[in-house]
């Protein structure tokens, strides 16, 4: 199926060419998500798309994602997405507290404190970098959840 998608949909297609926008064909075995991602896909569509849906994660399941994965750019990624208010450090604490495997919720936690160190890098209200006390108790509070509020 992802050749499939790569092949119609992806980078430098008819698809892409028309539509200015184009898919990575992957799967869940693609990518380490959180519990229920598939209860919070997001479903988008535009005139433009000629009646074509697609449905793509959420913010915060993706900088879940991201983090799993750790390399460099997906941990910049996710500051990104913190700097620019797409995902709730909140949110996004709540996910990985409902991580039920120790060792990647060790990780995932190492590697959203960086995210978040980054993010906060230059803050002008002075802000040290490190995880608040609000993101701490939303992994506490999701440790154990399978479906964290977001």
């Known amino acids: 199926m992802a050749d499939l998608i790569d092949g119609n949909l992806g980078e430098i297609t008819p698809f892409h060419q028309t539509f200015h926008v184009y898919a990575h064909g992957v799967g869940p075995e693609s990518a380490t998500l959180p519990p229920d991602w598939e209860s919070r896909l997001r479903k988008a569509a535009t005139p433009a798309m000629n009646g074509a849906v697609v449905y793509g994660l959420a913010p915060e399941d993706l900088a879940y994602a991201k983090l799993a994965a750790g390399r460099e750019k ?23 507290g409902s991580c039920s495997d120790p060792q990647l919720q060790t990780k995932l936690i190492e590697r959203f404190t960086i995210a978040v160190g980054l993010a906060q890098i230059g803050d002008k209200h002075g802000k040290k970098p490190g995880l608040s006390n609000p993101v701490r108790r939303a992994i506490n509070e999701g440790r154990g959840k399978g479906n964290p509020e977001r």
């Not at 941990?75 to 709540?94: E, T, W």
Request: no cysteine.
């Open 74 to 96: 997906d941990i910049d990624f996710v500051r990104g997405m913190i700097q620019h208010g797409i995902v709730s450090q909140v949110s996004v604490g709540r996910l990985i």
